[in-house]
T-cell receptor, first 110, second 115 residues
Framework: DAKTTQPPSMDCAEGRAANLPCNHSTISGNEYVYWYRQIHSQGPQYIIHGLKNNETNEMASLIITEDRKSSTLILPHATLRDTAVYYCIVRVAYTDKLIFGTGTRLQVFP | GAGVSQSPSNKVTEKGKDVELRCDPISGHTALYWYRQSLGQGLEFLIYFQGNSAPDKSGLPSDRFSAERTGGSVSTLTIQRTQQEDSAVYLC?????????????FGQGTRLTVV
């Protein structure tokens, strides 16, 4: 059963922030939210993960709502190279398997 | 090398033949995953190895598929009596499976074509 729901596609202008939403309304208290992306013809790439607090790294920011039923991945200044399929995944623990859903295809345009 | 290595990068086989796909994970990574991705589709989970625990085989599509991991390192995915619907990119990933360092690193995959 899918644990996350994401829009199938989104567009974003180069240089603008890309905000990718994810619904995980059935998430349990001990489940983490992970984000990966897959650029065409490459293996998926880890972006960020979090439990309940907002997180930021050199690639992106992750905003998790207080009730943890949804989250948003933010790419602050999208570039053409950010065009990819973005996957939101919930995972019980760092020792659990990763199950990918259908993701959001982000197209960054000039 | 520093990353996950998969071989061969491409494999063409005749229907009914057996194939073996190899994955060399990052040294020291205790977790290893296999996925397959058909053209234009998402990643389908196949099997997961974590340390010395019994592997999670819940994603294997049929008994023609099997995988093993020797010495906690190299893994081999075997497909017996290949069918045309087995044609896909097979991806392997590994991770440390340590709190705060659990990101999975993926190889570039093996593209399998069954003719």
């Amino acid at each position: 059963d899918a644990k996350t729901t994401q829009p199938p596609s989104m567009d974003c202008a180069e240089g603008r922030a890309a905000n990718l939403p994810c619904n995980h309304s059935t998430i349990s208290g001990n489940e983490y939210v992970y984000w990966y992306r897959q650029i065409h013809s490459q293996g998926p790439q880890y972006i960020i993960h979090g439990l309940k607090n907002n997180e930021t790294n050199e690639m992106a920011s992750l905003i998790i709502t207080e009730d943890r039923k949804s989250s948003t991945l933010i790419l602050p200044h999208a570039t053409l190279r950010d065009t990819a399929v973005y996957y939101c995944i919930v995972r019980v623990a760092y020792t659990d398997k990763l199950i990918f859903g259908t993701g959001t295809r982000l197209q960054v345009f000039p | 090398g520093a990353g996950v290595s998969q071989s061969p990068s491409n494999k063409v086989t005749e229907k009914g033949k057996d194939v073996e796909l190899r994955c060399d994970p990052i040294s020291g990574h205790t977790a290893l995953y296999w996925y397959r991705q058909s053209l234009g589709q998402g990643l389908e989970f196949l099997i997961y190895f974590q340390g010395n625990s019994a592997p999670d085989k819940s994603g294997l599509p049929s008994d023609r598929f099997s995988a093993e991991r020797t010495g906690g390192s190299v893994s081999t995915l075997t497909i017996q009596r290949t069918q045309q619907e087995d044609s896909a990119v097979y991806l392997c990933a590994s991770s440390l499976a340590v709190e705060g360092r659990a990101e999975a690193f993926f190889g570039q995959g093996t593209r399998l074509t069954v003719v």
